[in-house]
Nanobody, 118 residues
Framework: QVQLVDFGGGLVQPGGSLRLSCLVSGRTFSTYRTAWFRQAPGKEREFVAAISQSGGSTSYADSVKGRFTISRDNAKNTMYLQMNNLKPEDTAVYYC???????????WGQGTQVTVSS
C-alpha cells in the first residue's frame, strides 16, 4: 500500500512563493501518475496540476497556469509544486495524490494548509 506525506504549506503574502513537497513511500513511485488538488473552505476539492510517471507530461488548471510548476524526482520518491505569485484565492488545503496506470487517484496525502494573506 502506498502512503503519501505532503508538506511545505504556510502563510505567505500575496505575490509570494511556496514550494510544496509530497513524499511517496514504496519502491514503485515511478509507476504512479501523481497530482495536486486543493480544497478551499466551503468549496469542493479541485484539480490543480498533474504529472506523468516520467515527468515528461504535465497539465494545469487554468487558474494556476503560468504561476505553478509541478515536478517530480523519481530517485527521491518525491513530487513538488512550486507556487509563485500567490493570490488570496489560492488559499486552501493542498493534497497530493497518486494513481496506478489507468486508474483514478486512489491514494492521498493528509493535506497541507496554504494561506495567502497580507
Amino acid at each position: 500500500q502506498v502512503q503519501l506525506v505532503d508538506f511545505g504549506g504556510g502563510l505567505v503574502q500575496p505575490g509570494g512563493s511556496l514550494r510544496l513537497s509530497c513524499l511517496v513511500s514504496g519502491r514503485t513511485f515511478s509507476t504512479y501518475r501523481t497530482a495536486w488538488f486543493r480544497q478551499a473552505p466551503g468549496k469542493e476539492r479541485e484539480f490543480v496540476a498533474a504529472i506523468s510517471q516520467s515527468g515528461g507530461s504535465t497539465s494545469y488548471a487554468d487558474s494556476v497556469k503560468g504561476r505553478f510548476t509541478i515536478s517530480r524526482d523519481n530517485a527521491k520518491n518525491t513530487m513538488y509544486l512550486q507556487m509563485n505569485n500567490l493570490k488570496p484565492e489560492d488559499t486552501a488545503v493542498y493534497y497530493c495524490a497518486a494513481a496506478n496506470p489507468g486508474s483514478r487517484f486512489d491514494f492521498w496525502g493528509q493535506g497541507t494548509q496554504v494561506t495567502v494573506s497580507s
